[in-house]
Structures are given as structure tokens and as C-alpha cells.
């Protein structure tokens, strides 16, 4: 006896929707947001229990409180909703979906893996934007009030009394608290980042991507919590696109007639582009060791593979994307393989264009 579960998640109250296996409505009804009563609520449900929702703020604390007590658990990517709308709908619409196995989007979950590494890794994240935040605001104040700054030792507390003598005296006092609130979030960016390397020493993987081409263990720190196992991803293509850096293209009215009835492909212009549903953090590291790599100018296979592409009239922007995505394909055999970065495995210097 099957049971497909739908449940629409919200802050204050769940509804769960039950369907049988040939897609009958049985029951549906509201429980609060509280782990024990979503666990007696389940338990109450008899036969082969298959649970979905949707990912949320709440979606992983779900899925470790109730994947003990179902026989599979799905969280689902989030679908554009049209037409008639309520939690009861959304619900057994969910359970339709999972039942007939028309679910758009699975997201993977793994709440218990690294799970103080992928905490210390967001509070590291955090602080980062909030620090880089301060400082655009600490410019932006500046340039309000027609001084020209650029660079970084408007931030550094050396040249603080020289910058601030050209403000006004009634803007100098939100100078100073600027200047106060930057200099508390570098000091908890430095503690957060202190943790979060003490962490990732107890993690092997670890010490071995920190070895890739513009790697590092705060990239390799931040890496591993969020991709847990390199074999979610089959092939380097699947690992692509969920960093973003997947190469997709689009078209329209590909086919025309001929004047003998028959149909035939036109050759119509194809829009290229990268994938739109991607992990942003992961993006942002393998562009980040692209930009270390083009800095750095390391004469490795990977930065000699760049300089070919740009001798031979790639943009420097393509050329970059280019570079991140032989620096995600390398990273991934490295995890597969669990050995540490080696140049003599780059492969042959030609590009990858394969999306």
C-alpha cells in the first residue's frame, strides 16, 4: 500500500495532502510548524509513506527530522505556481507530481554531512558580503560629497583622519560609526575564518582540493559543504551547470517546409548562454580561482591553455569562463579520484567547449 504525501510548508502551520497509489485524494489537513508534530503526523499515516515539499528556508531541518519515519523523501525545486492557488491545492499537486513522477526539479539534500563545516562556511559568507557592504557605503559617502576615492587605504585606519578632515562636520560623525561598524565586522570575519580552517583540517577532502589551480583552503573550505559527494554528478557537463557555468543554447521555429511537403531543419540563429539555475556560491569560487590563476600567471597546462585561447582571438571574458570551467572539471576528478592536483593529468592544451 503506497502513500504519496504532499505538504506546503509554511512559517506557522504545514498542510499534508495524502493520495493513493492510483492517484485517489484520502485525506488532507493542517499541523503546526513543530518537528514532533510533523513526526506523529506522519506516523499516523499508514502503508509506504513517499513525502515531497518544496525547498524553503526550512527545507533541510524537514528533511533530517522526517526522513526516518517515511520510506523515501523528495524536496523539490520550486515551480512557477498558475491559475487557482491554496495550501490544500499546492499540496496535493505536490503528491500528484512525486506519485507520476513529473517533478521538475529534485534537490539534493544531505543536512547531515559537514554539517559544522557548512555552518561555519555561511558565517563566513556573511560576513565577507557584510564587510564588502560597509565599504561600499563607506566610499559611496565619499564620492556624496564630491571626493574622489578609489583603492583601499580609505579603509585602512592610517589615512582615516586624513580622509575624514575633507568631510563636513556633520557628516564626519557617520564617517566615524562606519568606520567603527567595519572595524567589528573584520575582526568577526578574522575569528569566523579562523574556525572555519580549524574545521576544514578535520576533513582529508579538504587538504586535497585546496591543491587545484587557484585553490585554496577557504575555496575548498566553502567548496565541500555544498556539494557533499562528487558522484550526485556523472559527468563533468551535470557539475557544469550546477555551478552556472553550463553552456546552453536556445531556438525557436526550427523547421521549415519544402516545396515537396517534406520538413527540414533551418538553420536559424541559436541564443548561446549560460544556465539560469545555478548555485551562486559555487560560481563564485571557480570564478574566483579563474581570477587567481589569470593573476597569478602560474605556467601551468591550465593558464597556458587560457593564454591559447586569447592568441587566438577569444574574448578575455570568454577566455575566463573558459578557464572556471577547466578549473570545476579538474576539481571534480581530483574529489572522484581522491588524489591531490597534478599537472601532468591537465589532458592535451585545447579547449573545452562542450556544453
Request: proline share 5%; with cysteine; aromatic share 8%.
Amino acid at each position: 500500500m503506497e502513500r504519496y504525501i504532499g505538504m506546503d510548508v509554511h512559517a506557522a502551520s504545514c498542510t499534508l495532502a495524502v493520495i493513493s497509489e492510483k492517484g485517489r485524494k484520502l485525506k488532507d489537513f493542517p499541523v503546526e510548524t513543530n518537528g514532533q508534530a510533523l513526526v506523529e503526523a506522519i506516523r499516523m499515516i499508514p502503508g509506504h509513506k513517499h513525502l515531497v515539499f518544496e525547498e524553503g528556508l526550512q527545507s533541510a531541518w524537514l528533511y533530517e527530522t522526517l526522513n526516518p519515519h517515511v520510506d523515501d523523501i523528495v524536496v523539490a525545486g520550486i515551480a512557477t505556481s498558475r491559475g487557482p492557488k491554496s495550501d490544500k491545492r499546492d499540496a496535493y499537486g505536490l503528491a500528484e507530481k512525486l506519485r507520476v513522477g513529473n517533478l521538475d526539479k529534485h534537490v539534493f539534500k544531505a543536512p547531515r554531512e559537514f554539517t559544522r563545516l557548512r555552518e561555519l562556511s555561511r558565517i563566513h559568507i556573511t560576513l565577507v558580503g557584510d564587510s564588502v557592504r560597509v565599504k561600499a557605503r563607506i566610499k559611496s559617502l565619499y564620492r556624496s560629497r564630491g571626493i574622489f576615492v578609489s583603492g583601499t587605504n580609505v579603509y585602512g585606519v592610517r589615512h582615516r583622519e586624513e580622509w575624514q578632515k575633507q568631510l563636513a562636520s556633520s557628516t564626519q560623525t557617520r564617517a566615524t560609526r562606519l568606520y567603527d561598524h567595519l572595524d567589528f565586522l573584520l575582526e568577526q570575519k578574522k575569528q569566523a575564518e579562523a574556525d572555519l580552517l580549524r574545521e576544514a583540517k578535520k576533513h582529508p577532502i579538504v587538504r586535497i582540493l585546496e591543491t587545484a589551480p587557484g585553490f585554496g583552503p577557504i575555496r575548498s573550505a566553502r567548496l565541500v559543504p555544498i556539494v557533499v559527494t562528487p558522484h550526485r554528478f556523472r559527468t563533468k557537463r551535470q557539475f557544469w551547470a550546477y555551478c552556472g557555468l553550463g553552456i546552453v543554447t536556445r531556438s525557436s521555429s526550427d523547421w521549415v517546409q519544402t516545396a515537396d511537403g517534406g520538413w527540414i531543419q533551418a538553420r536559424v540563429p541559436q541564443t548561446r548562454g549560460l544556465c539560469r539555475q545555478y548555485n551562486h556560491v559555487l560560481k563564485s569560487i571557480f570564478k574566483g580561482a579563474a581570477t587567481t590563476v589569470i593573476t597569478q600567471r602560474n605556467k601551468g597546462p591550465i593558464y597556458a591553455r587560457y593564454e591559447r585561447l586569447l592568441d587566438g582571438g577569444t574574448k578575455p571574458t570568454l577566455a575566463k569562463l573558459s578557464l572556471a570551467r577547466m578549473i570545476a572539471a579538474t576539481v571534480l576528478r581530483m574529489w572522484k579520484d581522491e588524489e591531490e592536483y597534478d599537472p601532468g593529468r591537465a589532458g592535451p592544451p585545447t579547449e573545452t567547449r562542450e556544453g
